[in-house]
């Protein structure tokens, strides 16, 4: 059980909490590139860590990100004019550029030279994996931007669903890190079969065991921590295991276990306390899936299943579109699609849950692991500036994988996740 104080150092990431200053210092998502796709096209209003901003590209094709409030007299350049390499406030006209600058101040005699006294913030952009990345931390501290685990390349095919969710981000993470669930939440969507390894068809996935309770084993990394759902395969229980190896890439990412068509990862951007952005995201160096068939498959697609600024049209108001009669007739949830199920569990535990009033069991290792990972870093982060995986020893995220697979009872799963064994730094 935790106290009051660790949960909110696990969950406050607006201004000076400790769990937000950590995330200051990795590169965050702020959007998709299909957000900001068009020069001088319209700004995106953003969120990140309590922070209002706009996000734009110039008519050079260059990203933004700035404070989304006019230096002048604070009006929102999220209704601005993105014209001639950069954005115009309506109110009086100054204009800024994507790092910051005012170029011009229609209001004010250029003689004055007020422009060059003031600048507006701005934050550092990086297009890379479907993403628009930025880094808000001190510019002294930032590290040159590294492809994350699930866009090793820039070929790499990444297919992303966004969604809006109405709570904070540390228990949608654990909901990402607890494999358990998955064998009763999306048991009608991730269904036992007779196959060599876990697959993926076009309506559902298939896993090769029907066991609900795995045994759970857990170790800490240098980038956060790994750890495997060990479950009794449908056949030749006697002498294999089924492994399902989940990491999780501190501060906000976890790989999840592949299936035969691609791999899949989550990555989290806070919005503010009580918000998140959530990225469910299936990639693949040789195959994958089309974005709009992976939006598809787990009822996500905007204009449809989401609007168009991601925001999920199944909510609490409206039962998150449970099907009550589709229950009677075979259906776990009665809920369509893998996110909307987690998000009905998420929001409803509330906007920050209340972890001091929680039962926990044996299948909630990782999810303990987690917290204790990640307060101790927020303590750290408080005492000493340093921030959980930018210390060395480190592995390149690149490096780093997800598992699964039928393996003989005698296999060290431990080996499976980092690429190149004599890469591997284990914390003690």
């Known amino acids: 059980m935790m106290t009051a104080e660790e949960n909110d150092l696990l969950c406050r990431v607006e201004g000076d909490a400790p769990m937000g200053q950590i995330m200051r210092r990795h590169w965050m998502p702020a959007c998709l590139i299909e957000e900001v796709a068009e020069p001088d096209g319209k700004p995106l209003k953003v969120r990140l860590l309590g922070e209002d901003l706009v996000v734009f590209r110039d008519s050079d094709g260059r990203l933004g990100i700035i404070d989304e409030?006019?230096?002048?007299?604070?009006?929102?350049?999220?209704?601005?004019?993105?014209?001639?390499?950069?954005?115009?406030?309506?109110?009086?006209?100054?204009?800024?550029?994507?790092?910051?600058?005012?170029?011009?101040?229609?209001?004010?005699?250029?003689?004055?030279?007020?422009?060059?006294?003031?600048?507006?913030?701005?934050?550092?952009?990086?297009?890379?994996?479907?993403?628009?990345?930025?880094?808000?931390?001190?510019?002294?501290?930032?590290?040159?931007?590294?492809?994350?685990?699930?866009?090793?390349?820039?070929?790499?095919r990444v297919s992303i669903?966004?969604?809006?969710?109405?709570?904070?981000?540390?228990?949608?993470?654990?909901?990402?890190?607890?494999?358990a669930h998955s064998s009763s939440l999306h048991s009608s969507d991730m269904?036992?079969?007779?196959?060599?390894?876990?697959?993926?068809?076009?309506?559902?996935?298939?896993?090769?065991?029907?066991?609900?309770?795995?045994?759970?084993?857990?170790?800490?990394t240098s980038f956060g921590f790994h750890y495997a759902a060990i479950r009794r395969p449908i056949?030749?229980?006697?002498?294999?295991?089924?492994?399902?190896?989940?990491?999780?890439?501190?501060?906000?990412?976890?790989?999840i276990p592949p299936?035969?068509?691609?791999?899949?990862?989550?990555?989290?951007?806070?919005?503010?306390?009580?918000?998140?952005?959530?990225?469910?995201?299936?990639?693949?160096?040789?195959?994958?899936?089309?974005?709009?068939?992976?939006?598809?498959?787990?009822?996500?697609?905007?204009?449809?299943?989401?609007d168009h600024a991601f925001n999920n049209l199944r909510t609490r108001a409206n039962d998150y579109g449970q099907d009550r009669n589709a229950m009677r007739l075979g259906n776990f949830t009665g809920i369509k699609g893998i996110p909307n199920q987690d998000i009905a569990m998420w929001e409803t535990m509330g906007p920050i849950a209340d972890r001091t009033r929680e039962k926990l069991g044996a299948s909630d290792l990782a999810v303990v692991e987690f917290r204790k990972l990640m307060v101790d870093a927020a303590r750290q982060m408080q005492q000493t500036g340093v921030a959980i995986g930018t210390q060395a020893p480190r592995i390149p995220h690149v490096k780093i994988r997800s598992f699964e697979g039928i393996v003989p009872k005698s296999t060290n799963w431990r080996s499976f996740t980092v690429a190149g064994d004599a890469e591997r730094e284990k914390v003690a």
Request: glycine letters at 6%.
């Open 235 to 255: 056949a030749n229980a006697n002498v294999n295991d089924y492994v399902r190896v989940t990491v999780y890439v501190a501060p906000f990412t976890a790989l």
């Open 161 to 179: 669903v966004k969604i809006h969710v109405n709570c904070n981000w540390a228990q949608i993470l654990e909901g990402q890190i607890d494999s």
């Open 69 to 156: 409030y006019c230096p002048h007299r604070r009006a929102s350049l999220a209704f601005g004019r993105n014209e001639e390499c950069g954005l115009r406030c309506l109110y009086h006209g100054w204009k800024m550029d994507v790092d910051g600058n005012v170029v011009e101040m229609a209001s004010e005699p250029p003689e004055s030279g007020f422009a060059e006294k003031v600048k507006v913030k701005a934050y550092p952009a990086k297009e890379w994996g479907g993403f628009v990345w930025t880094y808000m931390g001190p510019r002294e501290t930032m590290p040159d931007f590294e492809p994350p685990a699930f866009a090793p390349t820039e070929n790499t």
């Open 259 to 306: 299936n035969n068509a691609y791999n899949v990862a989550t990555v989290l951007t806070p919005t503010d306390d009580t918000h998140t952005a959530f990225h469910f995201i299936a990639w693949s160096e040789t195959g994958g899936i089309e974005q709009e068939a992976w939006r598809k498959f787990n009822v996500a697609q905007p204009g449809i299943d989401l």
């Open 191 to 220: 269904r036992p079969a007779k196959v060599d390894a876990a697959k993926a068809v076009d309506t559902h996935w298939l896993r090769p065991s029907t066991d609900k309770a795995p045994r759970l084993q857990v170790e800490r």
